[in-house]
C-alpha cells in the first residue's frame, strides 16, 4: 500500500518535519509498504496541497499534528477530501487528546490515539485486505466507539531507525530520541500526558540503550554527512548513570558535536563537566518563570532561582552555549510574577547565549488546559482560534492582556539588546538593522 504523510508547515517552515511519520515510514516499509512525505510549504494554498496529494495517488493519507497546526491542516484536509477519496487518519498530540473535535472536522476518517507504529500497520493491513477498520486498538473510526489502548511497544531497540527521507534535514544536522515518555509532572506540557494515557496499560517510559542510540548515528555517517546531532528528548539528563555512560561511549566512538534539553534539578557541576567532554555543545533550560510561586505552586517546577542561575554558570564555565525558555501570562500569575520572570531574565543573560519567550498556551490534555476550561478561562471560540505564542486567548481573573503583551514587548526589545551586544558596537548601521527585523520577526511569528 502507498501511504503519503502531509507534513503542516504554519508560521515558518520548520527545521524538521515530524518525527512520528519518521517512525512510522520505517515501521511499515520494513513490511513491505511505501512511504513518502509531501510538505505543505507555508506558502501552499489548499488548492496547490490537493493537486500535489493527487499526484502522489495514495492509498492512505496519515497526517501528524500538535494544535498549533490543527487549523491549517484542517482546511487542507477539507481541500484535499473534496477532490480525492482516500482515506485520512491523523496522529500526534492533537488528535491524541482532541479525538473528537479532529473526527468531526470534514474529511477525517481515523484518529491514531497515542503510540502509531503497530496501529497504522493494523489499519494499512485491514484497509488494504477489505477487511472492518473497526475494532483495531488505539484507531478511532468517524462515528465509532473510543478504541482500546494496545501496551506500549516493547523494547525501544527493535524499533527499526527513523526513515531520513522523513525529516528534512540538511547539511548533516541530524535529529535524535533516546527515549519516549517524561516522569515529570509539569502542569503545561502534553508530553506528560503520554504517561498519564497509558497509566492502565503499562509503563510508558522507555529508554534506548546506548549501542541502539550509537549505531544510529554510525549508521547515518556511514550514509552521508554527521555534522551535528540535536537530541529531541524532552529532558535528555533524566537518570545520570544512563547520561554518563552516554557521555563516555558518544566521546569515545563519534564525538560528533550535539544539543539537548534539560532541566536544572537532572544535573549538577560533574555531568555538565561531562557531557561538555563528550561534544556537547549547547543545553536549552526550561526556566519558564522567574516566579518560585508560579513554578511550584502552578506548573509543578520546583527549582530555585538560586539553583537556576548556579547551573547557568556551570554550564558557560564548562563551554556549553546555554538558551533559556521562558512563558508568560501563566492562569494564576500576576504581573509581579511578570516582573520576576524578566528580572531572573535580564539576570541570566550574563550566561544565556539566548532566551526564547512564549505567552502561554492551554494545550488539549494538560492539567493547566482542563483547569483553564473548569475556571471559565477559555473563550468559547477557543477551538476556532490560531494556538500562537504571540499573545494570550485567555481572560485570566489576575493578569489583563495589555500586561502580557507589554512583557512580552520587554522581552523582544530585551533580546534584541543582548543580540546587538553579543554582535558587537562595530557592526553597520545596515547589519543592525537586519539584527533587529530579525528579532521583530521571531517575536511577530511565535
Not at 497546526?69 to 477532490?83: G, K, N
Not at 551535528?228 to 529532558?235: E, G, P, S
Not at 471560540?381 to 493578569?399: C, M
Request: charged share 25%; net charge negative; aromatic share 10%.
Amino acid at each position: 500500500m502507498r501511504i503519503l504523510f502531509i507534513e503542516v508547515d504554519t508560521a515558518r517552515e520548520w527545521a524538521c518535519a515530524s518525527i512520528g511519520p519518521a517512525f512510522i515510514a520505517a515501521f511499515l516499509r520494513e513490511r513491505g509498504h511505501e512511504v513518502s512525505l509531501y510538505r505543505a510549504g507555508v506558502d501552499a494554498t489548499p488548492e496547490e496541497v490537493a493537486a500535489s496529494v493527487r499526484a502522489a495517488a495514495p492509498d492512505l493519507i496519515g497526517i501528524s499534528l500538535t494544535t498549533r497546526q490543527w487549523l491549517r491542516a484542517r482546511e487542507l484536509v477539507s481541500a484535499v477530501r473534496a477532490d480525492t477519496d482516500v482515506p485520512v487518519v491523523a496522529g500526534g498530540l492533537h488528535p491524541t487528546f482532541s479525538p473528537t473535535q479532529v473526527l468531526e472536522s470534514p474529511g477525517f476518517d481515523y484518529v491514531c490515539l497515542g503510540e502509531g507504529e503497530e496501529p497504522m500497520l493494523d489499519l494499512v493491513t485491514a484497509l488494504e485486505s477489505g477487511e472492518p477498520t473497526t475494532g483495531i486498538d488505539n484507531i478511532w473510526t468517524a462515528g465509532g466507539t473510543r478504541p482500546a489502548l494496545r501496551a506500549p511497544f516493547q523494547p525501544l531497540d527493535d524499533m527499526p531507525f527513523m526513515a531520513r527521507d522523513m525529516l528534512d534535514e540538511y547539511e548533516g544536522c541530524v535529529h535524535m530520541t533516546t527515549q519516549r515518555g517524561c516522569p515529570f509532572p509539569c502542569t503545561y506540557c502534553a508530553a506528560r500526558m503520554y504517561n498519564e494515557l497509558y497509566e492502565e496499560t503499562a509503563n510508558y517510559g522507555r529508554r534506548r540503550s546506548h549501542t541502539s542510540v550509537l549505531d544510529e548515528l554510525l549508521e547515518i555517517q556511514r550514509n552521508g554527512t554527521l555534522a551535528y546531532v540535536i537530541f529531541l528528548d524532552d529532558t535528555f539528563t533524566i537518570y545520570r548513570r544512563w547520561v554518563r555512560e552516554f557521555c563516555r561511549v558518544y566521546g569515545e566512538r563519534l564525538a560528533i558535536p550535539f544539543s539537548l534539553h534539560a532541566r536544572v534539578e537532572t544535573v549538577n557541576e560533574s555531568l555538565i563537566g561531562e557531557l561538555a567532554s563528550a561534544g556537547c555543545k549547547h543545553i536549552t533550560y526550561g526556566v519558564e518563570s522567574g516566579s518560585l510561586r508560579v513554578r511550584r505552586d502552578i506548573m509543578q517546577r520546583a527549582a530555585t532561582n538560586e539553583r537556576i542561575k548556579e547551573v547557568f554558570r556551570w554550564t558557560q564555565e564548562a563551554g556549553i552555549m546555554v538558551t533559556a525558555n521562558y512563558m508568560l501570562g501563566i492562569p494564576g500569575e500576576t504581573r509581579a510574577d511578570l516582573q520576576q520572570t524578566f528580572d531572573l531574565a535580564s539576570e541570566l543573560q550574563e550566561y544565556a547565549l539566548d532566551f526564547g519567550y512564549f505567552v502561554f498556551y492551554p494545550y488539549p490534555g494538560t492539567t493547566l488546559f482542563r483547569h483553564c476550561l473548569e475556571k471559565g478561562y477559555l473563550p468559547g471560540d477557543y477551538l476556532e482560534r490560531e494556538a500562537n505564542h504571540r499573545e494570550s486567548i485567555l481572560a485570566l481573573p489576575d493578569l489583563q492582556a495589555d500586561d502580557i503583551a507589554e512583557y512580552y514587548d520587554r522581552f523582544t526589545a530585551l533580546r534584541e539588546r543582548q543580540s546587538l551586544e553579543r554582535a558587537g558596537a562595530s557592526l553597520s548601521d545596515a547589519a543592525q538593522a537586519t539584527i533587529r527585523e530579525s528579532v521583530q520577526h521571531i517575536a511577530t511569528t511565535g
